[in-house]
């Protein structure tokens, strides 16, 4: 059987999309496994994924064929792989929770994705407690002073690795402006969200300090616009009273892991289309 493709377009909403789509894979022998759309009225904009069985014909071929469709319709789209691992690249600092949960699912094959680099501002001492087997780890301190050499490094070793997304998994140092528009669209972050929201130090303490009844955390793409990019997933944990701020941080390492790896895995199964400053979120 040949390996399945992902289709995935957006496009200015207009008559007759689905049934051109799908009327090209059809006629060229695809068989559907998995379709989802969603018409924004807000933007007019469509979206759309379609996971396929290819049949014996060539995703190169098929490229060829809806190139000339898709730019009649305005396209954004890319036919890829379903099965084949994304490059990854991991950055992360001192706090190795989240590394160590998405190296975890990684080796169990809950996330298709192939960890090409694993970057941190600490020695490798830091998370001396967490195995990352043979993933090549890279040291790169960081000062104001040397931010931007630091940073030409970073996009040096995801280049050479041709890493398709990046994670900051954890990872506590701000983006430049050049750096977030460089990985513009592959760069995942994590961070803790609260109602309200605290900022700054130890945010589980000022949480606790003020008595809120829930935690939680969000994914999101990194944009130049700190803590502000296009939201992939979220998830919240109610607390009470009895909880003390040790209670609070444990539970929030839980909440990011988990949020983190899910929004690792939409986008690894491209599932996850921009919308503006927004997300297209197909779930499966």
Same mark, same amino acid.
């Given at each position: 059987m040949s390996d399945a493709l992902i289709l995935t377009l957006s496009c200015p909403d207009r008559p007759g999309i689905t049934a051109n789509v799908t009327g090209f894979l059809f006629e060229h022998g695809c068989n559907i496994l998995e379709a989802q759309q969603f018409n924004d009225r807000e933007s007019d904009a469509?979206?759309?994924r379609i996971a396929f069985n290819p049949a014996g014909a060539s995703a190169d071929a098929l490229r060829a064929g809806f190139a000339a469709f898709a730019l009649r319709q305005e396209m954004d789209w890319k036919i890829a792989s379903r099965s084949r691992p994304r490059r990854v690249m991991l950055m992360v600092s001192k706090f190795d929770h989240c590394l160590a949960s998405l190296l975890y699912r990684w080796r169990i094959g809950e996330l298709a994705m192939d960890p090409v680099a694993i970057v941190s501002n600490h020695p490798r001492e830091a998370i001396s407690h967490t195995d990352i087997g043979d993933v090549p780890f890279h040291h790169l301190p960081i000062t104001r002073d040397t931010k931007d050499e630091q940073e030409a490094q970073v996009r040096a070793i995801a280049d050479?690795? #041709?890493a398709e997304l990046i994670v900051l998994a954890r990872y506590m140092q701000i983006l430049s402006d050049r750096q977030a528009a460089y990985f513009s669209g592959r760069c995942i972050n994590i961070h803790h969200s609260f109602l309200p929201g605290f900022k700054g130090a130890k945010p589980y303490h000022q949480a606790h300090a003020r008595g809120v009844k829930m935690i939680g955390a969000t994914a999101h793409y990194?944009?130049?616009d700190l803590d502000e990019g296009p939201i992939i997933h979220q998830d919240a944990e109610s607390i009470s009273h009895a909880d003390s701020?040790? #209670?609070?941080?444990?539970k929030g390492r839980d909440i990011e892991n988990r949020v983190l790896a899910e929004a690792v895995r939409l986008h690894l199964e491209e599932r996850v289309l921009?919308?503006?400053?927004r997300t297209v979120v197909f779930k499966g």
């Open positions: 469509f979206f759309m050479e690795t #041709d990194v944009t130049t701020p040790d #209670d609070l941080v444990r921009l919308n503006g400053q």
